[in-house]
């Protein structure tokens, strides 16, 4: 492909969304947007935990995350990783709904601990880093474990100022 071509794309792009806007015909603001809506505190914290393999060692694909909210029969649309988390944990009210999600997360878990002691042993010059994955695994595990025990489950009848 000509270098011509991608700027001529780049600014019939341009051209497009300098027409779209300018008519107002491209508005992102949607205040009936469920991505807007308030979630648990700790919703934000794992899902920068989770969602990042420096962190938890492992790479949660999209499809990864619809699985587990299938496994726990819930129904969320395949958007952003941190938006399908948010969804899948933003009406959580019961310890059993968490323990329901963590739990299919470790399973998960339990699959890359699986392929990374596989790969370790193919290949031995690998091995200190998938042992760093998987010693991060745990770690990860660990804190979803912690979660749960720390959660304080919140009756929809409850008084918010009395919790």
């Known amino acids: 492909m000509n270098k011509t071509d991608f700027s001529d794309l780049r600014a019939e792009f341009d051209q497009f969304v300098r027409d779209k806007c300018d008519t107002g ?35 949660f694909s999209r499809l990864d995350i619809k699985r587990v909210a299938e496994a726990i029969d819930e129904s969320i649309p395949i958007k952003e990783r941190k938006k399908m988390l948010q969804a899948l944990f933003r009406h959580t009210t019961r310890k059993e709904y968490l323990r329901g999600a963590f739990d299919e997360f470790n399973r998960h878990f339990g699959g890359r601990i699986l392929i990374y002691t596989e790969l ?24 979803l474990d912690q979660i749960v025990e720390d959660y304080e489950e919140i009756e929809p009848t409850d008084e918010p100022m009395m919790v």
């Open 25 to 59: 015909e491209c508005n992102t603001s949607d205040d009936n947007n469920p991505d807007n809506e308030p979630v648990p505190g700790f919703v934000d914290e794992l899902t920068d935990k989770l969602l990042s393999p420096y962190h938890s060692g492992a790479y």
């Open 120 to 143: 370790s042993e193919a290949f031995p010059a690998s091995k200190a880093i998938f042992d760093e994955n998987i010693a991060k695994i745990k770690k990860t595990q660990n804190i």
